[in-house]
């Protein structure tokens, strides 16, 4: 079972160029989320999905898109990479009702 | 507006001494609270909710609603608790969920 599963695990970007980060679970679960850690600021909100097709803005959207097409699928674009995107980026998502996230492992992306 | 506060980024405490690590909520409502952990070179994992009521690797947190508090403890701290911390909540009956900026624990030898 691997939980959730994101991809890549590293990226160093140059500004102005383009990428999607992709993150899959297999746990059937409805509601999935995107965060970005940076250092004294923890974990902000980034975009967020409640089901297939659907996605909403969260903390700090600016500068990113998402798509949910697939349930077991949550994608995360940048357009046009800017240095203060470069960050941590996290993957999570739960089932229904008071349960836990459960979190990837984290992409580290750097844009120069 | 929904807010946690862990007002210690760092805290060092040495190995068999005793550990808080403090979180602070605002919340109109009636909040779930959890604590996550992130050990060095894994991926963020749940240590404990307050619905649980239960005592994860020694550690306890109590929901203090008149204090708005949830602070995380353990009486006797090992090297293996040295991590980053967060506390995090949600609304119930909600699924977004706030953290706080982290504290990073080391215990030293």
């Known amino acids: 079972n691997a939980g959730v599963t994101q991809t890549p695990k590293f990226r160093v970007l140059k500004t102005g160029q383009s990428m999607t980060l992709l993150c899959a679970q297999d746990?059937?679960?409805?509601?999935m989320y995107w965060y970005r850690q940076d250092p004294g600021m923890g974990l902000r909100l980034i975009h967020y999905?409640?089901?297939?097709?659907?996605?909403a803005k969260g903390e700090v959207p600016d500068g990113y898109n998402v798509s949910r097409l697939k349930k077991q699928n949550f994608l995360l674009g940048l357009e046009s990479a800017a240095p203060s995107q470069t960050s941590v980026y996290f993957c999570?998502?739960?089932?229904?009702?008071?349960?836990?996230?459960?979190f990837g492992d984290g992409t580290r992306l750097s844009i120069l | 507006a929904q807010r946690v506060t862990q007002p210690e980024k760092l805290l060092s405490v040495f190995k068999g001494a005793p550990v808080e690590l403090k979180c602070n909520y605002s919340?109109?409502?009636?909040?779930?609270l959890f604590w996550y952990v992130q050990y060095s070179r894994q991926r963020l994992q749940l240590l404990l909710r307050?619905?649980s009521r239960e005592s994860i690797k020694g550690f306890t947190a109590d929901l203090n609603k008149g204090e708005t508090s949830f602070h995380l403890k353990k009486p006797f701290a090992q090297e293996e608790d040295s991590a980053m911390y967060y506390c995090?909540?949600?609304?119930?009956?909600?699924?977004?969920?706030?953290f706080g900026a982290g504290t990073r624990l080391f215990v030293k030898a």
């Open positions: 919340y109109s409502g009636s909040p779930e």
């Open positions: 746990m059937n679960h409805e509601y």
């Open positions: 999905s409640v089901g297939e097709g659907t996605t």
């Open positions: 307050h619905i």
């Open positions: 995090a909540l949600r609304g119930t009956g909600g699924f977004k969920t706030i």
């Open positions: 999570a998502s739960h089932g229904e009702g008071a349960q836990p996230q459960h």
